[in-house]
């Protein structure tokens, strides 16, 4: 059974989907440069973190969000 999500995590999740949905298609933010982004607003988190949250909420990896 999964965990429930504390409120923390919601919010690491909503701003992670923010700044995946904000990013150049052709050249998208590899998970070092999301946790830079995320603790740019207020979020210190590690990239294995960032990796983590990215898989709950189904967001693909860098090479595979890339559009030509």
Not at 21 to 44: I, M, T, W, Y
């Amino acid at each position: 059974d999964a965990l429930p999500i504390s409120s923390f995590s919601r919010e690491i999740i909503a701003a992670l989907r923010e700044i995946v949905e904000g990013e150049d298609r052709r050249h998208p933010l590899n998970d070092d440069a999301v946790a830079e982004q995320l603790s740019r607003r207020g979020f210190k988190v590690a990239r294995r973190t960032v990796a983590k949250y990215r898989e709950q909420a189904g967001i693909p990896v860098a090479r595979l969000r890339r559009e030509l």
